[in-house]
């Protein structure tokens, strides 16, 4: 988004001075028709941006389009659904295989001692090569996960008839691991279909946030007053205008960076702090921040509109917004506080993009991702924590 980001402002600006230009030379040239050049000696016209027309937007990535994916073994969600469906379905076998209530542990017991190695050992196993799975074929990926569980369910299963004689139980075994491991693929098949591409595409639509429009008349309003007193700022405020709303239509469902998002909001930040002025005071400490990490698109620039519209806007007076960021292990935290001003100054708000965000994250990393709001020493207070990587695992 940066490189991009920086091209189109030189673009943008080149634009403005021939505009510039042309207005003063034909300035010059109003009073009489006999001064005006002549047409064969005058520049080609320039050809304005315009933002994208909906043909024109960006195709989805491919991995959201209609193409069936294995769940991700390395997903602390996935692993948890399987860890409670392997269980259920233990328990289930337990109570129909039991005569009394009394027998349903014994029997639970004796099924876990045969299954949960299997299934550990296999999801670790097939964790270990999520990289190669993701780049084979879907049927590849489907027959390599089958021939995982059944040689785990094969090592074991000889490993006991090893210790306790002979048995002719690996048949069966093999046939349950077979069925098991089909109808858990076949359920994160539909689990992803029902999430994607056209559903989840109207959710992050939905979800996605968006520039409410008393900021954008603001905006153009603080432009208005800046044109005289100073062209050349309110050219820069509506260049930052453009990126911004350029980075609203672009395609919402592929991962951003914490680089480029924190680089959207100082874009942001800087538009509200022409209208604000003194009383919008910004505080960065992203020294330690990843800039490579992936998160969702346009995360911080609606917490930060929030902060901006219940925490400084109600109040005369100036106040600070702090923007920190940073990775601790596996995890990148970002932590955002504005002051809350007095009770009879406060906005009450309906909690919909917070509520959109925290979703918004949740359909991108599942439950490894999390959100926190309070109020504390007089400041609300909001921290998401997501995991590290720094590739897109949905493209």
Same mark, same amino acid.
């Given at each position: 988004?940066?490189?991009?980001?920086?091209?189109?402002?030189?673009?943008?600006?080149?634009?403005?001075?021939?505009?510039?230009?042309?207005?003063?030379?034909?300035?010059?040239?109003?009073?009489?028709?006999?001064?005006?050049?002549?047409? @064969?000696?005058?520049?080609?016209?320039?050809? %304005?941006?315009?933002?994208?027309?909906?043909?024109?937007?960006?195709?989805?990535?491919? #991995?959201?389009?209609?193409?069936?994916?294995?769940? /991700?073994?390395?997903?602390?969600?996935?692993?948890?659904?399987?860890?409670?469906?392997?269980?259920?379905?233990?328990?289930?076998?337990?109570? =129909?295989?039991?005569?009394?209530?009394?027998?349903?542990?014994?029997?639970?017991?004796?099924?876990?001692?045969?299954?949960?190695?299997?299934?550990?050992?296999?999801?670790?196993?097939?964790?270990?090569?999520?990289?190669?799975?993701?780049?084979?074929?879907?049927?590849?990926?489907?027959? %390599?996960?089958?021939?995982?569980?059944?040689?785990?369910?094969?090592?074991?299963?000889?490993?006991?008839?090893?210790?306790?004689? @002979?048995?002719?139980?690996?048949?069966?075994?093999?046939?349950? %691991?077979?069925?098991?491991?089909?109808?858990?693929?076949?359920?994160?098949?539909?689990?992803?279909?029902?999430?994607?591409?056209?559903?989840?595409?109207?959710?992050?639509?939905?979800?996605?946030?968006?520039?409410?429009?008393?900021?954008?008349?603001?905006?153009?309003?603080?432009?208005?007053?800046?044109?005289?007193?100073?062209?050349?700022?309110?050219?820069?405020?509506?260049? /930052?205008?453009?990126?911004?709303?350029?980075?609203?239509?672009?395609?919402?469902?592929?991962?951003?960076?914490?680089?480029?998002?924190?680089?959207? *909001?100082?874009?942001?930040?800087?538009?509200?702090?022409?209208?604000?002025?003194?009383?919008?005071?910004?505080?960065? /400490?992203?020294?330690? =921040?990843?800039?490579?990490?992936?998160?969702?698109?346009?995360?911080?620039?609606?917490?930060?509109?929030?902060?901006?519209?219940?925490?400084?806007?109600?109040?005369?007076?100036?106040?600070?917004?702090?923007?920190?960021?940073?990775?601790? #292990?596996?995890?990148?935290? @970002?932590?955002?506080?504005?002051?809350?001003? #007095?009770?009879?100054?406060?906005?009450? #708000?309906?909690?919909?993009?917070?509520?959109?965000?925290?979703?918004?994250?949740?359909?991108?990393?599942?439950?490894? *991702?999390? =959100?926190?709001?309070?109020?504390?020493?007089?400041?609300?207070?909001?921290?998401?924590?997501?995991?590290?990587?720094?590739?897109?695992?949905?493209?």
């Amino acid at each position: 988004m940066g490189g991009e980001r920086n091209t189109t402002n030189e673009t943008g600006r080149d634009v403005s001075k021939t505009t510039a230009g042309q207005a003063a030379s034909g300035a010059a040239g109003s009073p009489t028709s006999a001064a005006r050049p002549a047409p @064969a000696e005058q520049a080609p016209p320039q050809r %304005t941006p315009r933002a994208p027309s909906i043909g024109e937007i960006p195709a989805p990535p491919a #991995g959201l389009v209609g193409t069936a994916r294995l769940p /991700d073994f390395r997903n602390l969600g996935v692993l948890l659904r399987i860890l409670l469906a392997v269980n259920a379905a233990s328990l289930i076998s337990a109570v =129909m295989k039991s005569e009394s209530l009394r027998s349903i542990g014994e029997s639970l017991l004796e099924i876990s001692a045969l299954v949960q190695p299997v299934m550990f050992l296999t999801l670790l196993l097939l964790a270990a090569s999520q990289p190669l799975l993701d780049r084979l074929r879907h049927d590849l990926a489907v027959g %390599t996960v089958l021939l995982a569980a059944m040689s785990v369910t094969a090592a074991f299963d000889l490993i006991g008839q090893g210790l306790v004689g @002979a048995g002719d139980a690996l048949p069966r075994h093999l046939f349950f %691991t077979v069925i098991s491991v089909g109808v858990l693929l076949a359920w994160f098949d539909l689990r992803s279909r029902a999430l994607s591409p056209a559903l989840v595409e109207a959710r992050l639509q939905a979800l996605q946030a968006r520039i409410r429009p008393h900021f954008l008349f603001n905006s153009l309003n603080a432009v208005l007053s800046l044109i005289r007193a100073d062209p050349k700022r309110a050219e820069h405020v509506l260049e /930052d205008l453009a990126d911004l709303f350029r980075a609203l239509m672009a395609d919402s469902r592929a991962l951003s960076t914490f680089a480029s998002e924190v680089e959207l *909001a100082r874009q942001y930040l800087a538009i509200e702090q022409v209208r604000l002025g003194e009383r919008l005071q910004i505080e960065w /400490d992203v020294e330690q =921040m990843p800039g490579e990490a992936r998160l969702p698109a346009l995360i911080l620039q609606p917490l930060l509109e929030n902060a901006v519209y219940h925490g400084i806007e109600p109040s005369m007076t100036p106040g600070t917004v702090v923007v920190r960021i940073f990775r601790v #292990g596996g995890e990148v935290h @970002a932590i955002l506080s504005n002051p809350l001003p #007095g009770a009879g100054e406060r906005r009450h #708000g309906n909690r919909i993009a917070v509520d959109n965000i925290r979703e918004r994250l949740q359909l991108f990393f599942d439950a490894e *991702a999390r =959100m926190r709001t309070r109020e504390h020493d007089g400041r609300y207070e909001v921290t998401i924590r997501v995991p590290y990587t720094s590739t897109d695992r949905r493209s």
